[in-house]
Structure formats: C-alpha cells, structure tokens
C-alpha cells in the first residue's frame, strides 16, 4: 500500500551558544494507512522531537535542517505556521502524554470538541454537537450527552484521555502522532486506550505513529517498530522480530533489560552505562562505548540501516548480510 | 524464619474536609479519606514483600507509615517484635531509624541539589554519630558507592552531573550508610528508563543476597514486583484484597481484581493476544463503594458483595479478601 506519511532523512538542529546540537540525524521511516508504528527508546533518544518535527510543533530554536516529511505524497515540513495548522487537526492529530494540560480547564468538553469540529468541518453548532457526542461515544465515554456539558476537572485521567482522543479525532484524521497517550494512567485505563488505538488504525484506516518507552504497549499495539537512540533509528522492523529476534546489540539489550511476566531470571541483562549526551555523541557508531559486541569499524564509521534478517539494523554487525538472499 | 515487620489492622484516614467557613457557610459535611483501612501483614527477615495496585491504592501510604512519616490513625506496626509508635517519640528512636530506611520514587527530588554527592551519603553516619572523624567519613562513603556500582571519586560531585539511574543508586547508597536492616522503597524505578531500572534491580537484589536485606516494595508495575519479590500483597482502594507467596498470585491469581490486573498488563511476549477488556476505572476514594470496593467493576458481584465487606481469609497458604472465592462460586 502507498504510505501515507514518508519521512526521508530528517534531521533536526538546535542551535546554542555552544555549538549545534544534532537531536535527530538521518530519520526515514514510512506508515502506511491502517497502520500502526510504534517509536520506542529511552528519555532523550529523541522520539518524542520525532513526533514534534512531524507535526509541526518544533519548539524553537529547534529547526528542520534536513530532509522532507511527506503526508499523502504532499510535503508538509516547508510549509508556514498558518497552512500547518490548518492540516493539524484536519489531517493528522496528535495525542500528547498529559491529558490534563491538553484540554482547557476553563472551558466545557463539549465546547472544545464543537469548537474544533467547526473549524475543520462545514457544519453548524446543532450538527458540531451531534458529532461531538458520537466521537464521545466512539471513544468510550458513557452518557456522553451528559458529560458533554461537564469541565475537565470532573474527568478521571482515562476519561480525560478519552476526551484527548475524541479531540484529535474531530475531523477524522488520517495520521494520528500519540506521544506517551498511556504513559500517565493506570494499567487498566491503559489496556483501554490502548484497544481504542488500535480499532482507530483497522477499522478507520487511519495510520498512527505511537511513541512510548513501554515496548509491552508496543508489542500488544504496533505492526512496526522504530528503535530510536541518541537522535537515531537503530533498527526498523515488524513487531515480532524486534521484540524476539533483535538485530541491532542495543534492541537486544533493551529487551533483556524488561522483566518478563512469564519467565523466571536472576538477573536482568544490563546495559552498563548511559545514552550520551547530545553534546558528547561518539564518533562512529553512537552505542559503540556500551556495546558488548564493539570491533574497529564502529569507532570510526557511522552504520546506517542496512538489512539484517527481517528487519533493518543501522550495525555494522550486519554489513554484507543484505546480499544473502533469504 | 523469623519476622522482622509486622502490621497489625493499620488505618491511616486523612481529613480532607473544605476550610471551616466553607463549611459553616455551605453546609458541607467533614470529609475524610481512608487511605489505608485495616491493613495487616509480616514480612520475615531476607525476604521482599511487594505491594501492588493503581494510583490512589494507599500502597504509599502504607510505605510513610512504615517508616514513621506518618502515625498511623488506627492499628500498629511492630518492627523486630517490638511496636514502633511509643518507640519512635521516646529516646530509642534514633537506634530504630538507623535500622529502617527509605528510597523514594523520584531522585531528581530527593537529593540536595546544593550538596555533593559525599555530604548526601554522609549525612545519615553524621545525624547519627556513627562516624565523625573526617577521613574515616570519606573512606566509608567510598565503601558504599562502590557498593551500588559508582566510583569513590564521584563523591565530590553534585547530583546534577548524574543521570536518573545513577542519582537513584546514590539514594540507595545513602539509605544504606547506617547499615539497615529494612529498606522501604517507594516506585525506586519507576521514573528511570528500563536499562537503568535493570541496573537498579539488579543492584538492590546483590544488596539482599549478600547483606540479608528486608524489603517492603511498592510498585505500579507488575513485571517488575515479579521479578523482585517474594510475597505480593494486591491493594484496592485502602485494602488488601489479596496477599501471596508471588509463584502463586502469578500462576494462580484468586481475587477478580488481582486477575483483571494481570489481564491489562501488556507483555512483550505475547504479540497480537487479544486481552480482556478491562471495564470501568477506580471509583472515587472520597466515597467508596459500600461492601467490597471492588463490587462495581466485578463480573462476580452479587447482593452480598455490595452489602458486606469482605475479610483477609487464608486458605492454602493465600489470603484473599473475596464472598466469591469463599463461597466458591469462582
């Protein structure tokens, strides 16, 4: 299928007074309508600003310095705050981790929903809240012709992110960027939102790029993962595969490092040491100083994704493996 | 083996009421939350209790009391056989303080930014006069970063020049300066990423294994708690609704809470299962539920379950706190 968002080579810049900083190099993934894509990593491995450079919402001095992000073919990293926020909203929604400072605590739900509604749709305020009440209800609220009239602040945290959610999905976006949707609620509002994403991607077509750190919402949620680290993908590949059969030393790492529900270890696989800083990236391969598997190529050269198995890992452990044929 | 922590019945109601004028001027009645109501368990010495459940379970709460942050409204808490409350105001309490310490969840909050690394794992061996002269100080603070895996040299440093996993390790390093002998950690990895919350882990099980350590574990996340305890204990709105050793509440989880719990949590091994959908949210602590709190959100709720609470009942080596298990209908 024709992907709906492609992003070729992105790279973003943060210009200080020590220098540019490089938080995001050479990012290319695509997602197809109906997929799900999940962006895993640890704090500051950059997907989050992935998601932000996406949108359109960069805080300065952030700046695209390289690459094109592509909606429907159309590129979209070029063009100025005013057509951005028209296809913000209309095209692609975005799910931020706290539904708290999402929504206006001053307003009611109902009023932020026809609000939204009626700027991305020809509809007048009887029709607004006709669809604002059916997206309450496609999201999971009960009684949404009561709760529609209700502030924030009488939400419980899922219903809050529910209402996020419904927000984002006003006028039926085909992209929707979830950054951490899950990350401040409870298991059991998680597996909730959770399902709710996942019917949105099959039943709606919409594709969805959902980053978090918990690969357990990755492996229940996505059909494609990104490992992000230190600004990099260092492997792309169906859920599966990244989560069983790793390719890349720092995916491997990560996954031992997860305590498992149904296996019994002593100890966990550790990583020893930190991501670096953006300041201090190492020459060659970023994961190089904490790798177990480290050899002479990857202090000096940067590896790119390159096929590994099914998927695709930026390690130089798997140069030359892309022309066996499988 | 012998029981290092007891908790008998402990209550801890906080009084949440509006200001006075508010009330006299609205009419509104005093208001209180039960935070914990009627909590009891033991945990024997080397072991690792973990106590599990969703925000606003009380599972903090019962951490505070344990060490003494908070007095308890009801109930008691006996520490090696003797009760903690009179000891805590009487002059013995310093010599129970050095034996029970406390990590906390967030270690970018509970180390002194001002102060260096070296002050911060002193201070408890100073509070307490442990060690007073300056050069065996500073050997001592070696002694224990290099227990939790940093460099006798970092010491100098100030807190900000670490990350998450290592301010946390710092933490434990100071918890550990008075050589205790119960450790009270509240979510200690929960704000780290999960390479770093492996190194954390691991440490804090090196630690037990060699100096025969007590744990009392809270966590939201149950692969962790797994990974780490001995017993778990499942909190519901103040209560426990169910207390194993953790081989059986992981194989065999008895109460329909402890078992919607383990149905919501996504497993990396388990790509594209379809759980069970999970209905309803925790209800307001302000106004629980009447009977078992957990009635509303149960498939195997009946009248009884929403007129009378249930009781802790053991029964092959678990206690759970449900009419329905007891009656056998589940």
Redesign the interface.
């Known amino acids: 299928m024709k992907p709906l968002l492609e992003v070729k080579k992105l790279r973003v810049e943060f210009p200080t007074r020590h220098g540019t900083l490089l938080a995001l190099d050479d990012i290319s993934f695509t997602i197809a309508p109906g997929e799900i894509l999940g962006v895993v990593g640890?704090?500051g491995a950059g997907k989050s600003l992935t998601g932000a450079a996406i949108i359109g919402l960069l805080e300065p001095p952030g700046r695209i310095a390289a690459g094109q992000v592509l909606l429907d073919g159309r590129r979209i990293d070029e063009l100025d705050a005013d057509a951005m926020r028209k296809i913000r909203g209309k095209q692609i929604g975005a799910v931020f981790q706290d539904p708290l400072t999402s929504l206006n605590p001053l307003y009611t739900v109902g009023r932020q929903l026809v609000e939204t509604i009626q700027t991305h749709l020809p509809l007048n305020a009887a029709q607004a809240r006709e669809r604002a009440i059916e997206l309450l209800r496609q999201t999971g609220i009960p009684a949404p012709e009561a709760r529609i009239d209700q502030y924030p602040h009488q939400f419980?945290g899922?219903?809050r992110q529910r209402v996020v959610i419904a927000l984002a999905l006003a006028a039926e976006p085909r992209l929707i960027v979830a950054d951490e949707p899950t990350t401040a609620l409870?298991?059991?509002?998680?597996?909730?939102i959770?399902?709710l994403l996942r019917h949105l991607a099959r039943e709606k077509g919409a594709a969805v790029m959902l980053v978090t750190?918990?690969?357990?919402?990755?492996?229940?949620?996505c059909d494609r993962v990104a490992v992000m680290y230190a600004g990099r993908i260092a492997e792309l590949g169906p859920?599966?595969e990244v989560?069983?059969a790793p390719a890349h030393p720092y995916s491997r790492?990560?996954?031992?490092?997860?305590?498992?529900?149904?296996e019994d270890?002593?100890?966990?696989?550790?990583?020893?040491g930190?991501m670096p800083r953006l300041n201090a990236i190492p020459r060659g391969c970023a994961f190089n100083p904490r790798c177990p598997q480290v050899f002479e190529r990857c202090r000096v050269e940067r590896p790119e994704l390159m096929p590994a198995g099914r998927t695709q890992a930026a390690c130089w452990l798997h140069a030359g493996a892309g022309e066996v044929p499988r | 083996m012998s029981t290092l922590v007891e908790v008998q019945d402990l209550c801890k109601t906080f009084d949440v009421s509006a200001p006075w004028l508010e009330r006299t001027l609205e009419r509104k009645p005093r208001q209180f939350v039960h935070a914990v109501d009627g909590v009891s368990f033991a945990i024997a010495r080397g072991r690792t209790l973990a106590l599990v459940g969703e925000s606003g379970c009380g599972k903090s709460t019962v951490a505070r009391l344990l060490v003494g942050l908070y007095g308890p409204t009801r109930g008691s808490v006996r520490f090696d056989g003797q009760e903690t409350g009179p000891l805590l105001k009487s002059a013995e309490a310093p010599k129970l303080r050095r034996r029970m310490q406390m990590i906390f969840q967030d270690p970018y909050a509970s180390l002194n930014p001002r102060w260096r690394v070296r002050d911060i794992v002193a201070e408890p061996l100073r509070e307490h006069g442990i060690l007073r002269d300056r050069g065996a100080l500073q050997v001592r603070v070696g002694e224990l970063l290099r227990q939790v895996g940093l460099a006798p040299a970092d010491a100098s440093k100030f807190p900000h020049q670490f990350s998450g996993g290592q301010r946390q390790r710092i933490s434990i390093a100071r918890a550990l300066a008075t050589q205790p002998e119960f450790l009270v950690c509240d979510e200690p990895t929960s704000a780290l990423d999960v390479s770093v919350q492996a190194q954390v882990l691991n440490i804090m099980k090196d630690l037990q294994r060699e100096q025969g350590l007590t744990y009392l574990f809270i966590s939201h996340n149950l692969a962790v708690v797994r990974h780490v305890s001995d017993d778990v204990g499942v909190m519901y709105l103040g209560r426990l609704v169910e207390l194993a050793p953790k081989k059986t509440l992981f194989a065999m989880p008895r109460h329909p809470y402890t078992r919607m719990l383990l149905d919501a949590i996504p497993d990396i091994h388990m790509t594209g299962r379809a759980r069970t959908p999970v209905q309803g949210e925790v209800p307001n602590p302000l106004n629980p539920p009447s009977g078992c709190a957990f009635h509303p959100r149960c498939p195997h709720a009946n009248a009884r379950c929403g007129a009378e609470r249930p009781q802790l009942i053991p029964r092959e080596g678990v206690q759970v706190a449900c009419h329905a298990v007891e009656e056998g209908r589940i």
């Open positions: 640890e704090s419980s899922g219903m409870d298991v059991s509002i998680q597996a909730q959770i399902a750190h918990d690969m357990g919402v990755i492996a229940e949620t859920v599966h989560i069983h790492g990560l996954m031992g490092s997860i305590p498992a529900m149904d270890r002593e100890r966990l696989l550790q990583i020893d930190a």
